[in-house]
């Protein structure tokens, strides 16, 4: 495997790209417009500076890492690419627009992966152009600091698809967790409705944010309370997660607590807009309520 394309220069998109790109691979990283592409990849070179001023890699290994990632508009690069990751906006619709765009291109040796945190798999199959070549490469936020990757084959996915991926997450230095199919995977099963119960608890008044994400963080041992990672995942991805596992078990544990719609609603979508639970717009976060 040689070249990697990355669908979406977002968060996820771009740390993907900087992860594969310090692996060796030669990557495509695409956005909607090159200008997009391009903001994601100053992102990757900002990351990669902050690793040389830490020591933790020399400047020649990062004009390396940067020399390997092209940006790219669209999906018409692709013929190249052996593998391509989709970390495109969490949305099922635009994500198949997207499978069926990049069906035109995708050679018949190549893999098609989505990073979607809870959309079915085996359901998105059916939008790209060979459902054994589909699986579910799940990277955690910020990519080049987690070191786990979940690995979600659907029903048709093939052994060789998944002994490729498999390879491929070993070269990127991260541990596999292999999930079925199923709403929120592993992971996001487990944390989404810790997150939503933040929000109940914040609703409720029975402690404030600053409490509650103290008493996360220092009564166990996590390093970030759950409203502070809700803010740090985005309010809105959340809760399209929180969504798909309502909708797809039908499990009334699962409904959404209402002041995260509120949220959500009111465009308050955590850091990416400067106002979650949090307001970011001075050094230290405060909390809103
Ligand atoms: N990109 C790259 N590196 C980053 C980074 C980023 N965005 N943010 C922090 N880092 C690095 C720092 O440079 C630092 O590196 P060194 O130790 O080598 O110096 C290290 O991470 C620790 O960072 P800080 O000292 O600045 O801050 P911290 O100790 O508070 O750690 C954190 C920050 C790593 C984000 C930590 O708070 C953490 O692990 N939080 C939980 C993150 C988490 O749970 N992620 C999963 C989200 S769920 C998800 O992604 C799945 C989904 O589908 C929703």
Redesign the pocket.
Known sequence: MKTIGVIGAGQMGSGIAQVSAQAGYHVLLSDVDVDRANKGKAGVEK?LN?LVD?E?IDATARDAALGRIETVAGSGSFAEADLIVEAATEKEAIKRAIFAEVGKVLRDDAILASNT?SIPITRMAQASPDPERFIGI?F???V???GLIEVIPGLATSKATVATVSEFVATLKKEIVYAEDEPGFV??RI?LPMINEAVFVLGQGTANIADIDKGCRIGLNH??GPLE?AD??GLD?CLD?VMVLYNTTGDSKYRPAPLLVKYVEAGWLGRKTGRGFYDYSSAVPVPTR
Do not use: D, G
């Open positions: 990351a902050r830490k933790k945190s799940h955690f936020n910020p080049p600091v987690m992971v996001n944390l390093p970030m990672l740090f995942v991805t997660i």
